[in-house]
């Protein structure tokens, strides 16, 4: 978030003119903070700052005020006390009053909750999700673009009235609980860090009754760049959040079967994806830790693999594991043949498991393959679907297994069928969970349960 501090030979925040007015561009090192206040990225794109009616293209002191104007901003941006010297409502520089003035609150919040949570939940969630529902903006699928709801409470006092205008908005519903959620918890912020002063919570004790409805589960919702996510992605894309509780697990044979149907498969990027799916099954790691798996994390000679980092689809980028730990995991001999044998195959891609096109899997591409999709075509006014099922969704249809478990499961499947193979040995399930980034309590808890063949001696 914090601008970089860097000595400058000459200012680098340039003077353009658009529809003859004058605005400023700023380098790519001032996009963390411009994302924060406009609540969206800028994906490389330089962000420009218009300068409306105090510049105008045909005004020489307007070009004399823009320059002096570029030259303050840049030497406030790139100070070491910067956060001090800028003003994010920009009244400093004689252009607030505008959207900025509503946003200082906020800027101190997101740059304080970007430290608590992952970069993805935070891209996902804070820059793009939370934002567009206070900006009252909705993906319309058709145009395939944003369209204003009326609903936008970006501009309005934060108070009351404006509140529970959200409650009006018409997205999901649980989304909105989770934006008055964040509003709620920025507010208290702004009050705790005495940034907002004799002002009560507006966003406090602001319930919204959240009815199951049935039709909200088969939603789309916006993914990343715009791309429209279907409720059959969303399952699996969620998975990391919702799967982690549920612990259900797939039987060894049922492990085996699937397994072999991906190897067995007529099409190529199932059969190409068969080598993740049993090392998934092997190892007990979550999906986009073997997303991100490279050939330097693993360590023949020592035996072992290196879990640092995942791959994060909402930020296409690696990130840290989970518990922001470092694992080793011990290379067995069913391990090392795998590895062994995409070794030969592959010996110039960095990548363990690349897709066929030699990109980095994720939760849509991993989905895809598992679960399967549905295409929506319209013909002659008429809306048509064609299913295309995943390998697991055909296992299912088959009757081969039993249910449908979403790709998160394969860890659940081995650390359940691991831990009840050595729950005699506490060394073991130690080591267990050491290799998995778990406990040995949450393994006794959750995936050993108890015994129901134990009897308690009478006293």
């Known amino acids: 978030m914090k601008a970089q501090s860097k000595v400058q030979t000459a200012c680098d925040i340039t003077i353009g003119v658009d529809h003859g007015s004058l605005r400023l561009q700023f380098p790519s090192r001032h996009s963390p903070l411009w994302e924060a206040l406009d609540g969206k990225l800028l994906k ?143 507010f208290d912020r702004g009050q705790s860090t005495g940034m907002i002063k004799n002002a009560q919570n507006p966003y406090r004790n602001l319930h919204l009754e959240v009815v199951e409805n049935p039709k909200e589960k088969y939603t789309s919702a916006i993914g990343v760049d715009g791309e429209i996510l279907e409720w059959w992605q969303l399952q699996d894309s969620r998975q990391e959040e919702e799967c982690e509780t549920d612990v259900r697990f797939f039987t060894k044979n049922e492990r085996d079967i699937i397994v072999r149907a991906f190897y067995e498969s007529d099409k ?31 360590f023949f000679d020592r035996g072992y693999i290196r879990f640092s980092k995942s791959y994060a689809t909402s930020i296409k980028s690696t990130k840290r594991t989970k518990t922001k730990e470092i694992r080793m995991f011990r290379i067995t001999p069913k ?70 478990l979403a790709p998160y499961h394969t860890r659940h499947t081995y650390i359940t069928l691991t831990a009840h193979a050595n729950k005699s040995d506490t060394s073991a399930l130690l080591l267990l969970a050491h290799a998995c980034g778990n406990s040995v309590e949450i393994i006794v808890k959750h995936y050993l349960g108890f015994d129901k063949d134990i009897h308690l001696v009478e006293v």
């Open 268 to 298: 190529q990027n199932e059969r190409k994806a068969a080598p993740l799916i049993e090392f998934l099954f092997l190892t007990g790691c979550r999906p986009g830790e073997a997303f991100a798996l490279r050939w330097g994390d693993i």
């Open 44 to 186: 490389g794109k330089p962000k420009y700052l218009p300068l409306g009616r105090h510049g105008y293209k045909d005004n020489p002191e307007d070009w004399k005020r823009a320059s002096a104007l570029a030259a303050q901003m840049e030497a406030d941006l790139d100070h070491p006390e910067w956060e001090k010297l800028f003003d994010p409502t920009l009244a400093k520089y004689g252009i607030g009053g505008g959207k900025y003035a509503k946003l200082a609150d906020v800027l101190q919040y997101l740059q304080w909750k970007e430290t608590k949570v992952e970069p993805s939940t935070f891209a996902d969630r804070y820059l793009r999700r939370y934002s567009n529902i206070i900006k009252g903006l909705k993906w319309d699928k058709k145009s395939r673009s944003f369209s204003a709801t009326g609903n936008d409470i970006s501009s309005l006092p934060a108070n009351r009235l404006s509140a529970e205008k959200l409650l009006l908005s018409p997205y999901n519903k649980a989304a909105i609980v989770d934006t008055i959620r964040a509003l709620n918890e920025a």
């Open 335 to 404: 391990i090392a043949s795998l590895l062994s044998n995409i070794r030969k195959s592959q010996s110039s891609v960095d990548l363990v498991f690349p897709q066929v096109g030699g990109q980095t899997h994720s939760n849509s591409s991993h989905s895809l393959i598992w679960l399967g999709k549905v295409d929506k075509k319209e013909v002659n006014g008429k809306s048509y679907e064609y299913h295309y099922p995943g390998v697991v969704t055909r296992l299912v249809s088959e009757g081969k297994i039993s249910q449908y």
